[in-house]
């Protein structure tokens, strides 16, 4: 390998992989955001020479990345772990179709859903796809991984999955840099009807010599680390992010000459000379990971009656959350009858409260949830909930499941109980993903259903990627009547008062009915608000306040405190200038100040009169 320089630089899981994918020669990039690997993308920066698709969803990313790679060019998808749920049937056929370009698949997971709505297990993935699957401890194992892994899929010409979870994803260190040069290439489709029509007898051919490829692959010596005693009969298997807090524990506990610990790195295929030599001589095993026992499982699978002494894994630690420091050091110490030494704690052992996330000042999703809850007030109506930011506390709505789970599931709900109050709502980014063919199959169904479609004008949770409608020629409206919607309406996020209106409308007709609330994310234009603060200052009097604590407990916005003696106030720092404010005050108690008086009343009066006699012009 001719290497043309090594240099080292400050990055995160990220940027590793990003970088890993720069210097082992990637030609194409397909990904859709999300946590912990939404940076991703944005981490290659200005490399011109790569081609990017933005794509709606995992599984056009996967298909497209699959069809780069059929032209012999290195592909890189990236998404998270729910989103291999989406990209699981066009995965299921890319490894019998033999790429001749490396496909390498990261997918950051997310034990402890610190960054999700729900913590799922992906890596059953690997041994159905019949994928190789490497799991890199640090962010220069990710970088090395990564160049590794599109060798490996070259070699057995499959698509080659990489997991990164949180831990490691965020985490900063060092990375040395290879780089390597990269001889022009030539991109042609072969057409090979054999390998390509997977259908009846060739799907199954195909099929077969995929597993025979990966079952040759599984004899050649895989990455793993070996650490502590080799002579040691205590034996420790881990893998990914367990393998540095068992390392941990380990050396705080002093038990470097009582322990032999084995770190695989390619967790499926295993391969078994490794595991073999390493059991041999141990009277104990004990297999330290994350969440369900994937490794655990397949060991025990593969290894049946090959290990005579006790092998210990998921009965000892949770299947659920990320395993700490604290309970490996725990266990190890119990095993041993170690002392554990505590450190000094640097504070006082205070409680603390429960923070959790909220929406930010300004932000259009709060007024628009808002106006839902209080048209859903009078009676029992339903709110179905979408992921994203909408997400966030104060849950207005009555689920929080997976993406397009607003108006998928009330769909179901809608047509099982025809009579009740339902409304569905989901983001831009969401409408997208999936929620379109969502929205049609309940045109085409017939379905009576508002749907409330969240419009910040970016994908804004996971880093504010662009969604079609950040763009101004968009017709959003001329695509849902495309789909047979009749009833569209749009209104300005920043006024839940049309919000409203708009929902009173659309209760009074029928079949799916559309309401697009438009607000740009309050995290996306920092010119603007400067300029708004320039112009405008919120203020509440105190003389008008009728103390109904609508702004504060039921509004929720963080700009608003309260603060005996004097009731409540706007923190001026935080205000965002939004104007939600003004529409939600029964009693015109928040006044704006450095304005012109004609904006004054356009704020105050014409804001809820004019808009609504055009709302009521448009729509009736």
């Known amino acids: 390998?001719?290497?043309?320089?090594?240099?080292?630089?400050?990055?995160?899981?990220?940027?590793?992989?990003?970088?890993g994918?720069?210097?082992?020669?990637?030609?194409?990039?397909?990904?859709?955001?999300?946590?912990?690997?939404?940076?991703?993308?944005?981490?290659?920066?200005?490399?011109?020479?790569?081609?990017?698709?933005?794509?709606?969803?995992?599984?056009?990313?996967?298909?497209?990345?699959?069809g780069a790679s059929l032209c012999g060019a290195r592909s890189l998808v990236v998404m998270k772990h729910v989103g291999l749920n989406i990209a699981a049937d066009p995965l299921n056929y890319a490894g019998a179709v033999k790429i001749?370009?490396?496909?390498?698949?990261?997918?950051?997971?997310?034990?402890?859903?610190?960054?999700?709505?729900?913590?799922?297990?992906?890596?059953?993935?690997?041994?159905?796809?019949?994928?190789?699957?490497?799991?890199?401890?640090?962010?220069?194992?990710?970088?090395?991984?990564?160049?590794?892994?599109?060798?490996?899929?070259?070699?057995?010409?499959?698509?080659?999955?990489?997991?990164?979870?949180?831990?490691?994803?965020?985490?900063?260190?060092?990375?040395?840099?290879?780089?390597?040069?990269?001889?022009?290439?030539?991109?042609?489709?072969?057409?090979?009807?054999?390998?390509?029509?997977?259908v009846g007898i060739k799907a199954v051919n195909n099929h077969r010599a995929q597993v025979h490829r990966l079952t040759e692959f599984a004899l050649i010596p895989a990455r793993h680390t070996l650490e502590f005693s080799h002579s040691a009969d205590y034996g420790i298997i881990t893998r990914g992010a367990t393998f540095t807090v068992t390392c941990e524990a380990i050396e705080e506990l002093q038990l470097a000459d009582k322990v032999h610990l084995l770190n695989i790195e390619q967790t499926f295929p295993l391969h078994t000379s490794t595991l073999l030599a390493f059991v041999s001589g141990k009277k104990k095993l004990v297999i330290i990971e994350d969440q369900?026992?994937?490794?655990?499982?397949?060991?025990?699978?593969?290894?049946?009656?090959?290990?005579s002494g006790q092998l210990v894994g998921k009965e000892v630690f949770p299947a659920w959350g990320e395993i700490s420091y604290a309970q490996v050091s725990d266990f190890l110490a119990s095993e041993f009858d170690c002392q554990k030494t505590a450190p000094p704690p640097l504070l006082p052992d205070l409680p603390v409260p429960e923070r959790p996330g909220a929406c930010c000042e300004g932000c259009p999703h709060r007024p628009t949830l808002f106006a839902l809850k209080q048209s859903m007030q009078a009676g029992d109506g339903i709110i179905g909930g979408d992921i994203g930011c909408s997400s966030l506390p104060p849950h207005r709505t009555d689920w929080l499941l997976c993406m397009n789970a607003g108006i998928g599931v009330s769909q179901g709900i809608a047509q099982m109980l025809p009579n009740q109050p339902l409304i569905s709502t989901g983001g831009d980014g969401s409408l997208f993903h999936g929620g379109l063919l969502s929205l049609q199959s309940a045109v085409e169904n017939?379905?009576?259903?508002?749907?409330?479609?969240?419009?910040?004008?970016?994908?804004?949770?996971?880093?504010?990627?662009?969604?079609?409608?950040?763009?101004?020629?968009?017709?959003?409206?001329?695509?849902?009547?495309?789909?047979?919607?009749?009833?569209?309406?749009?209104?300005?996020?920043?006024?839940?008062?049309?919000?409203?209106?708009?929902?009173?409308?659309?209760?009074?007709?029928?079949?799916?009915?559309?309401?697009?609330?438009?607000?740009?994310?309050?995290?996306?234009?920092?010119?603007?608000?400067?300029?708004?603060?320039?112009?405008?200052?919120?203020?509440?009097?105190?003389?008008?306040?009728g103390d109904c604590n609508i702004c504060y407990?039921?509004?929720?916005?963080?700009?608003?405190?309260?603060?005996?003696?004097?009731?409540?106030?706007?923190?001026?720092?935080?205000?965002?200038?939004c104007g939600a404010c003004l529409d939600i005050c029964p009693n015109n108690a928040i006044l704006a100040t450095r304005y012109a008086a004609s904006l004054v009343s356009r704020l105050l009066g014409l804001r809820k009169n004019i808009r609504r006699l055009s709302f009521q012009l448009r729509h009736r």
């Open 1 to 19: 390998m001719n290497i043309d320089s090594i240099h080292t630089g400050i990055g995160d899981g990220n940027e590793a992989v990003a970088w």
């Open 21 to 66: 994918a720069i210097d082992a020669g990637v030609n194409f990039v397909s990904h859709y955001p999300g946590a912990p690997v939404s940076r991703v993308a944005s981490a290659f920066h200005d490399n011109s020479g790569i081609v990017f698709n933005h794509s709606l969803n995992e599984h056009i990313a996967a298909l497209a990345a699959l």
């Open 100 to 198: 001749s370009g490396g496909m390498v698949i990261v997918v950051g997971t997310d034990p402890g859903a610190r960054s999700s709505t729900g913590e799922e297990d992906v890596h059953w993935y690997a041994p159905q796809f019949n994928f190789p699957l490497l799991e890199p401890t640090t962010v220069q194992g990710v970088y090395d991984a990564i160049i590794h892994a599109f060798d490996i899929s070259e070699q057995t010409q499959t698509p080659v999955l990489l997991f990164v979870p949180g831990r490691i994803a965020y985490q900063s260190s060092l990375v040395s840099r290879s780089t390597m040069p990269s001889p022009p290439k030539h991109f042609n489709f072969i057409n090979d009807k054999q390998k390509l029509i997977n």
């Open 292 to 307: 369900d026992g994937f490794l655990e499982t397949i060991i025990k699978r593969e290894f049946f009656g090959m290990f």
């Open 446 to 545: 017939g379905i009576n259903l508002i749907h409330v479609i969240l419009d910040n004008r970016s994908i804004a949770m996971t880093g504010h990627q662009n969604s079609p409608t950040s763009s101004s020629h968009f017709d959003m409206t001329g695509m849902l009547r495309s789909i047979g919607v009749k009833h569209i309406f749009e209104v300005d996020a920043f006024a839940p008062s049309l919000t409203m209106l708009a929902i009173k409308k659309a209760q009074s007709l029928n079949g799916v009915k559309v309401i697009r609330v438009v607000g740009e994310c309050a995290l996306q234009s920092e010119e603007s608000l400067s300029a708004r603060r320039q112009r405008i200052t919120l203020k509440i009097n105190p003389m008008r306040c």
């Open 553 to 577: 407990v039921d509004f929720q916005c963080p700009a608003i405190v309260k603060a005996a003696p004097s009731g409540f106030s706007i923190v001026s720092q935080r205000c965002r200038r």
